[in-house]
């Protein structure tokens, strides 16, 4: 299961181990079912339930009868494809944008300032520091910096970077600069836990070995990270397809940037279209489960959980 | 003022049908659970009976429940004068809720209570025309008592009960306006300047200025923004076809596929005129008054084009459901008194009134706020620039929403 990739933990295949489960261990784990039926299971059901019904014949605007319409999806996976694969695009270069930076950084705290606690203390706080503040202020705080009159786009002008009747916010990079700003810490923890416990003693007798520092990266460091690399990306590309903040109009994005979830946010509030509304959330869930099955079976990494 | 009391409609609905049903223990015990759920699934699922008006309380239980959008009442920092004087004179609480911010939005969360006929949680709420006329076809508001209302009677402008109200509920039998909005064209005047030459637009035309390109911003309420780009060329709004709504949404997609218009925004949106993002567009004339008021200086200003402009009211109504109704008539008549309009007026909520005689004190107070044609149009200005948007047929509803809404995210 994708879900594993999330613990560090190995499954213990020893049977010796297991016991019977008595009925202390299923009260024990009735609350977890509970909740799990209550508030997953229930409202799943409900979102299948609702992405198969067919309009009113009355044709009175949110006005749905239960039904086993799957033409539902068709239609959604047709009208919105340009916004389902901009969803991924994005999620894809900013997931990507995000390791790039975080590699190095939990590399430096989790590695290089061991000796030192404190500031490594320190570092720590200052990655989450910044995530004190509400999603929503921090990304209406960057729609500010960021817009037309402010210094950063002055620059970009006086650089040459943009014409002088283009502007940044609004545009794909915009977007994907809020995404792997607003997500950057779901990648930089996982990376931190795993690198901190990386042992270095490894690394010595690479270069005892005669490695040079690029192969004891490639060959060492690197494969001894994948699970943080794993838990990070899918931490990361998760949400940030089903995003619909740093998109909407009213933040970085503008009509030429709307993702799935803008899209969902659309039918469902605005055109009482229910079922679409659903069948395109059901659609991004399929998706993103086929996508994440694929990549934890195709990076091998199953074997090092 | 105060929060809305913790009491979610739903449960109330619950415990009234618990009370209600005369079930034995022992049939309780035997089929209770499923006879429960059931009663819930009910309170949850919309009927298509014929709704009844709930049993008015109000004589016993003094208060009333209103929702409204923001910057609709003086001292929205939570002193709000007016309803506190009314709460003195009249021994009514007024639970007074900034809960609206989107028509849709917040039809979408009480409309299984209201096709239920039961109580939505508030006794009143301020809605938009189109809205209102959605309500009142479903039959899901109450008709008012105008006995109870002798200041509504007496100051209710004419033309909020033919022109601006006649189309959806002719004779105002179900809904009174509160509030009503002018959008026109707006702009920073330097800025216009700079990237123009010119002074202000004058025609719609202006706003399609290449020299504007990616600096234009639009309304995201459909009514509004194709209204205006309607009568621009020249569609009576009154009465158009479903060619003449595709041709000038068609005109609009170009506009936001070339990048002439950049934000398409319903709320906040005067903070993009204040970083440079937005040079001009169309607003909502008030929102507009209320900025330059705000930033001491007329920076923004606002125009109203020769080809005219739409104008929308947002109304109330009280829902079958609502237990409180003489309460909201009470609270709703204080409004209508001109006085009270006035001290709105003055206290910065500038969109357009619909009590006469209120003109009249605001110019002796501040005639440059009271002579603002925007904030109290004149006869003449009513009768020949501004324009309500036709009514819309369930399935043309339906229609032109997802067209819009598909426009504005750029599905193509």
Redesign the interface.
Known sequence: MAFAAFSNDKPTKDSSTKRKSGPVVLALLAPGLIYLMLFFMTPLISLVITSLES?DP??????YFNDVNFSNYATVAV??L??IMRSFGYAFAATVFALIISYPVAYFIGVKLRSRPLTQRLMLTLVIAPFFISFLLRTIAWK?LL????GFVNILHSMGVLAP???F??TDAAVIFGLTYNFIPFMTLPLFTNLERLDVRLLEAGSDLYANPRHIFTRVTLPLSMPGIISGTLLTFIPIAGDYVNAS??FLG?????MIG??VE????????YPSASAMSVLLMGVILALVTLYVRRSGTEDLL | MNQQPNQDPILKDLIASAKNSQVTRRGLLAGGGAISIAALLAACAPGKKTLSPAKDISATDKQVIWDNWPYYMDGEDGSFPTLKAFQKESGITVHYNINVDDNNTYFARIKNQLAAGSDTGADTMCLTDWMIARLINSGYVQELDYTAMPNVSANLLPSFKTTFGGSFDPGRKYSLPWKGIVAAIGYHKANYKKLTGKDAPATLEDLWNPALKGKVEVLSEMRDTLGVMMMGAGINIESFTSDDFHNTLDKFTSLVSSGQIRGIKGNSYIEDYKNGDAVAGIVWAGDLIGANIELGSDVLGVVLLDSGSTFACDNFVIPMGSPHKANAEAVIDYYFQPEVAAKLALAGVNYVTPVAGAKELVIAENPSLGNNPLMFPTDEIFATKLKQFRALTPKEDNEFSKAWSDAANGVV
């Open positions: 309009p009355s044709g009175a605007i949110g006005s009208d919105y340009p916004q500010q817009s037309d009159d402010s009747t283009q502007f916010l609004g109009r009213d503008s009509s030429k940037t709307s803008t899209m659309a039918d469902y509030l605005q055109n009482l279209n």
